[in-house]
């Protein structure tokens, strides 16, 4: 298995741009995760999918930032406009289904806002 | 202005000797816990996990002993080599009968193991 694919690794732009961020979870899969770490907070859970539906935004910081997931296969966040304090590594999470089970984690997207 | 981070604990071994890491967790209600493994620059990577009717699960090389009454967590690394330096994380779910915690994991701070050869 491919294991939780996210795209672009690394991404660097400028405030007041959109950025979009994307996740392939591991297929089979019906929970679905978007997390951000930084140094500050550490490891955020920001929303989280089952079989395609938001289940839980309350992470979401703001209303700038917006999570889809049109289909089991593919989910994207996105952040309009970007700002300076956004900058973090951002994760996406997949697990197979119901409570007590291991999230299998992406490599993660490296944002930088200038 | 000087920015302020999280102050991670931290550990530093010799190659060869076993390793400790401690987590305290926070809600009574959690009945699933992981340990994660995150080297630089990667995702956390899963090590182990148990269950709350468990108080000890064994994996290769690795131990995590859960302490209910106290609400602690510990992970042990036998015989730590240079490639297991990396931070690492206890997270905790609550689980049952649904609503918006289903699923959720709460993640600790993480500590730094580091191994010196």
């Known amino acids: 298995d491919a294991g939780v694919i996210q795209s672009p690794r690394h991404e660097v732009t400028e405030m007041g741009q959109e950025v979009t961020l994307r996740c392939k979870p591991i297929?089979?899969?019906?929970?679905l995760f978007w997390y951000r770490q930084t140094m500050m907070r550490g490891l955020e859970l920001l929303i989280y999918?089952?079989?395609?539906?938001?289940?839980?935004d309350s992470g979401m910081p703001e209303d700038r930032f917006s999570a889809k997931m049109p289909n089991a296969s593919f989910s994207t966040l996105k952040i309009q406009p970007s700002e300076p304090r956004d900058s973090a590594v951002y994760f996406c999470?997949?697990?197979?289904?119901?409570?007590?089970?291991?999230?299998?984690f992406g490599p993660g997207t490296r944002l930088l806002v200038l | 202005g000087e920015s302020v981070g999280l102050h991670l604990p931290t550990l530093s071994v010799q190659e060869g000797d076993n390793s400790i890491i401690n987590c305290a967790y926070s809600?009574?209600?959690?009945?699933?816990f992981i340990w994660y493994k995150q080297e630089s620059g990667k995702g956390p990577q899963f090590i182990i996990d148990?269950?709350?009717?468990?108080d000890k699960r064994q994996g290769q090389r690795v131990t995590v002993l859960l302490n209910k009454t106290v609400k602690h967590l510990s992970l042990q690394i036998a015989a730590t080599q240079p490639g297991d330096s990396a931070v690492y994380f206890c997270?905790?779910?609550?689980?049952?009968?649904?609503?918006?915690?289903?699923?959720?994991?709460?993640f600790g701070q993480g500590t730094i193991l580091t191994v010196h050869p």
């Open positions: 999918f089952n079989n395609n539906v938001p289940i839980d």
């Open positions: 997270a905790e779910n609550i689980g049952g009968t649904g609503g918006t915690s289903y699923g959720k994991l709460t």
């Open positions: 148990i269950r709350s009717n468990m």
């Open positions: 809600n009574s209600a959690s009945d699933y």
């Open positions: 297929s089979g899969h019906d929970y």
């Open positions: 999470a997949s697990s197979r289904g119901r409570d007590q089970e291991t999230q299998y």
